[in-house]
């Protein structure tokens, strides 16, 4: 089984709504994993302004241009799924990206691909990581 044929098996293994639950959790560990390692004053309140769906919605537009075809097809069909319960602060395009940008954590995360998730973290949050242009 060649690769594109497993990708494809894992993203199509669990629903949209499935995988950005998934990728909430993931990053919301990357987040506060970074948050400790640069000795943040204020982990627990900095770490919101990053997994907001505004903030990962900005997070998102960062790294588009870097994402693969694979992956890029696996934010639309998230982006694009049914989305019932917009939250007050966020506009719907904001929460949909944000779906999308969960999504794709959370298929790198299951496909074990760490080191393409923190290249990926390091082009969305580059003032987390100390990058920020």
């Known amino acids: ?3 594109n044929t497993r990708d494809n098996q894992c993203a199509n293994a669990y629903s949209s709504s499935q995988l950005a639950y998934l990728g909430d959790a993931v ?18 309140e900095t770490a919101l302004s990053y997994v907001t769906a505004a903030a990962q919605s900005d997070a998102l537009e ?5 994402l693969t075809e694979e992956e890029e097809a696996i934010y639309r069909r998230a982006r ?7 939250p007050k602060r966020t506009t719907v395009a904001q929460y949909r990206r944000a779906t999308g940008f969960e999504a794709l954590f959370a298929y790198l995360h299951l496909m074990g691909d ?9 082009l969305a949050y580059p003032d987390i990581m100390g990058t920020e242009p």
Not at 114 to 122: G, V
């Open 80 to 86: 694009n799924s049914v989305h019932a319960n917009v």
């Open 114 to 122: 760490t080191d393409r998730m923190e290249c990926l973290f390091r």
């Open 1 to 3: 089984m060649d690769m």
């Open 62 to 66: 960062r790294i588009l241009p870097h």
């Open 27 to 44: 990053l919301e560990v990357m987040v506060r994993r970074q948050l400790v390692l640069s000795h943040a004053p204020h982990p627990s």
